[in-house]
């Protein structure tokens, strides 16, 4: 089977060096450590974890084109996907990881430690919260987000988070059109223009994934977001 940076190369035209490659056999074997103590992830094949956690997250790479300085939030970065593997992957792209819960940040600051990444920080926090505090608030060039929920819910946890000129992406399954379609009213009421919906291919997998891409147009009302628990309770429809 080809290495990672072998499909990264082949599927993505990302080089990773010999230094990045080894980083990710570490997370590899610090994620499997962990998932002994804790669930961190249900993928517990190191090719799976490869395929279905390293490189779905490096397919960010097929919506943005150049990482230099931009500012990235995770919002519900749970276990460091795709946080952690864009920060091994982009050196110069900074990385906040976001998530309410803090033993799913404790693996991650100490992936981070032990990797020697020095483009990451975490915050505990809930996205609801995040979006009103005004040190986060439409701070982030790239707010990202996968398996956080439907659309709807997607809209309102990120685009207050993104600056205006910014983008929200998030990585979606084959409901991602749909999706789109039941979250047209949030993201235009929360300030989002939806910019592209991308296909991505990833090796041994046969169905293919989506990134949905939304523009930040112009700024989010400041009732938004709402209270933590009715975005999900109650989503924009």
């Known amino acids: 089977m080809p290495t990672l940076k072998e499909y990264a190369l082949s599927a993505l035209g990302i080089e990773l060096t010999v230094a990045q490659a080894r980083s990710f056999d570490r997370l590899t074997d610090l994620l499997l450590e962990w998932n002994e103590r804790m669930n961190l992830t249900a993928i517990t094949d190191p090719q799976d974890i490869a395929i279905m956690h390293y490189l779905d997250a490096l397919t960010l790479a097929q919506a943005v084109s150049d990482f230099d300085q931009l500012r990235l ?17 982009f050196p110069q792209l900074r990385v906040t990881l976001l998530d309410s819960r803090a033993k799913k940040l404790r693996f991650i600051a100490q992936a ?14 809930r996205a609801e919260d995040a979006g009103r505090d005004r040190r986060q608030r439409e701070a982030y060039d790239i707010v990202v987000a996968r398996a ?11 685009l207050p988070l993104a600056k205006t000129g910014g983008q929200v992406i998030a ?38 994934r989506y990134l949905i891409a939304i523009d930040k147009v112009k700024p989010t009302p400041r009732k938004y977001p709402r209270k933590a628990g009715l975005p ?6």
């Open 171 to 208: 990585f979606k399954g084959s409901s991602a059109f749909d999706e789109c379609n039941a979250a047209a009213h949030a993201i235009d009421v929360l300030g989002g223009e939806l910019f592209a919906i991308e296909e991505v291919r990833l090796p041994t997998l046969d169905n293919p």
């Open 73 to 89: 939030i995770d919002v519900g970065a749970g276990a460091g996907f795709p946080g952690l593997p864009l920060a091994i992957a």
């Open 148 to 158: 956080l929920g439907r659309m709807p819910v997607v809209a309102e946890y990120t």
């Open 112 to 125: 981070g430690a032990e990797l020697g990444l020095k483009n990451i920080r975490v915050l505990q926090a």
């Open 232 to 237: 999900s309770r109650q989503p924009l429809l």
